[in-house]
């Protein structure tokens, strides 16, 4: 039975998302208006700005290019990626070599692109795709200082229930360069973000039903507390056949590739997330002001 009546909730079917293939070594689909892909309808939710869902194949990528103005992150379905940016160097956070990070599955890697900075992103693989979300999120404040955060997420975690990958940076808009420096988040073991924002992840086994929080615990996690946009997505997976239901609607199942706009929920809210599938369903939820 519902919990959110006063929420509304609309499907975004895998296949009405714009798609596109590059030169043969990327796929790509987009939940939002991106690159030759352009809906009215389309163009943001809340801070949230894209998400791709990307396919690369092996030894392709994105060449260096730049960013500014948007906190980028990659979450790794399968496969590995390598990222390379003008950050990166010899022992700072992250680095496996001179100026690079091999991301796996259970990786997120994260850049402010603030005032501007140059990055690529690599399947070096001699052989295998990499599968992986790509996300923007607009920043509350323009020409921050650039920087990046990777940091794994454990499976065993995400299979006892929806685990916190991103939440605001603790010191807010105001912050100092001390404290932009120190980079703490609001809720400890996450990635810190420039915006009024929370991603979480959960692997969810068939009749199993995880909650989400909107907006985390109540706390002071979030600035916004009314009106605030979720959007769950439902990534397809190397065995295919999952399937989830939202907030026990009928009309709310989600095959892979879908997604549902959550609108009007409140802090303090739950969104259930039901797997019916016959394989476990990985569901990433996006929350935003």
Known sequence: MSKLSHAKLILRRHNERGYAEHGGWLKTHH???????YDHRFQHFGSLRVLNEDRVSPRNGFPTHRHRDAEIFSYILSGELTHRDSMIQPGKEGAQGKDYYRMKRGDVQFTTGGSGIAHSEQNEHPSKPVHFLQIWVLPWKASLKPQYHTLSFSEEAKRAAFVPII??????P???????????????????IHADFMMGAGIIEPGSLFRWNVGGLGDGTVQSRRKRNVYVHLP???????????????????????GAFVEGVNVGDVISVESLGETEAEVIVLDSN
Not at 31 to 37: C, G, H, L, R, V
Not at 244 to 254: A, P, Q, S, T
């Open 236 to 258: 397809a997976s190397r065995a295919g056949g999952a399937r989830v239901k939202l907030d026990g609607r009928e009309d709310m199942v989600l095959e892979e590739g879908d």
């Open 174 to 192: 105001e912050a100092t360069a001390a404290q932009e420096e120190a980079a703490v988040p609001v809720i400890p073991g996450t990635i810190p």
């Open 167 to 172: 939440s605001p940076l603790a010191a807010g």
């Open 31 to 37: 939940t939002f208006s991106f690159a030759d892909y």
